[in-house]
């Protein structure tokens, strides 16, 4: 009965909801002819409609609404309906409350057409929290305007929760996830002022730091993010570039530890990837992969560029020089690696230099609260108030009761 109304009617109608409960079975909850001065919701029990000679017309169960809909015209039961079971226990609505609260939230609708084509519809919603401001949230829409709104930095003012809710479930509509990536990428590279990219980043370091599983099980995202990566590092501005840092953060904040293996039929074959860093190298940060050729064994199997060895064949790489490195991985035609994604610290060895100073590389809560501080930096507030349109209210005439219970159009957000 509530599945197809909006948050906001929902919550509109708890708030004037009235407990009642019929205890015993075969109690007869409307007669003949009743007029219906409310709208009621089955939460537990079975009911059913019967004509007067005892024949059934149709059962309600769990979930199933009956009454008046949503307006002040008077309705009349046809038949007698009778509990079937003890205890059957009901939501009840007074027809006045019911018939505010359903022509408000459609009067808080506003739907938007392309072509002659609904592609989204929006609900003005007021937030308590923030002194009653309006706020137009996106509840239905094509998937194209989804990603459109999560590319746009000015959807955060009307809505700064639509980021984490694209990213909780998207998986539900975009079935190619570089769909979304794609999009991204666009957006940061021809919309160049510092407002547009800065979001951009923020849509990619939240999407990272809360759904890395997301990255670390496709291959294409993970792509997406060396691509980006280097976009980051070549911005103009300072500021836009700096985001690059906090991404490669929580890339390794949230990164598993992998295992795969490989095999050569012989030790002179080429293992496909390189290395870098060892305790010879200035940063002494660990070996890292530097390069893996695509469409080989070690590409295949999931080794990446960024990825730190842990140990190989239960050697650990922790404290060895470049040149021991290499020995063991030449040395043998089974490799069984143990692997974690650490862009940052490969990126440490390439350019020591820019490297930015930080805590040491395993102090996670450090890393965490410093991407947390900037996710959490901004904060749009929707200010520009919305009138919605005035409807004239309908007559009351008397008429049969509605076959079907009154539902929206629109899916909740």
Known sequence: AFANLTLHVRRELCKVLVYAQVEKAQTVVMNDGERYDSWSVIIDGIVDDETLDGQLIR?????????????????????????RVDNCQFVVVAQNDYYAILNQGEKNIRKIEENDKIVMVKEIRMNEDEQNIPREIVIKATTEKLLDLLADELQLTNDPNYVQDFLLTHRTFVDNPTVITNKLLDYFDNHRNSASCEHIARVVLSWVNNHYNDF??????YEFLEIFDDRLQNHELEHIRSWRHLINLACFTRASIRYITLTRSTRDDVLNFNILGGTDTLVN??????????????????????????SVNGQSFDYLTHVRALEVLRGTTHLS???????????????????????????????????????NNLSPICSASMSPPATNNSSSIIMNSPSDSFTSDYSSS
């Open 59 to 83: 059962t309600l169960i769990v979930g199933q609404s009956f009454g008046c809909g949503p307006t002040l015209d008077q309705y009349c039961h046809t038949g007698i309906m009778k509990t």
């Open 285 to 310: 940060n660990g070996i890292f992969v530097s390069k893996v050729e695509k469409n080989t064994k070690a590409y295949e199997a999931g080794l990446r560029r960024g990825d730190q060895i842990l």
């Open 337 to 375: 690696l143990t692997l974690k994604n650490n862009l940052m610290g490969l990126n440490d060895i390439v350019h020591p230099e820019k490297s930015p100073g930080r805590k040491k590389r395993h102090d996670m809560s450090f890393y965490e609260q410093e991407i947390r501080n900037r996710l």
């Open 216 to 221: 670390e099980t496709n291959t294409k995202l």
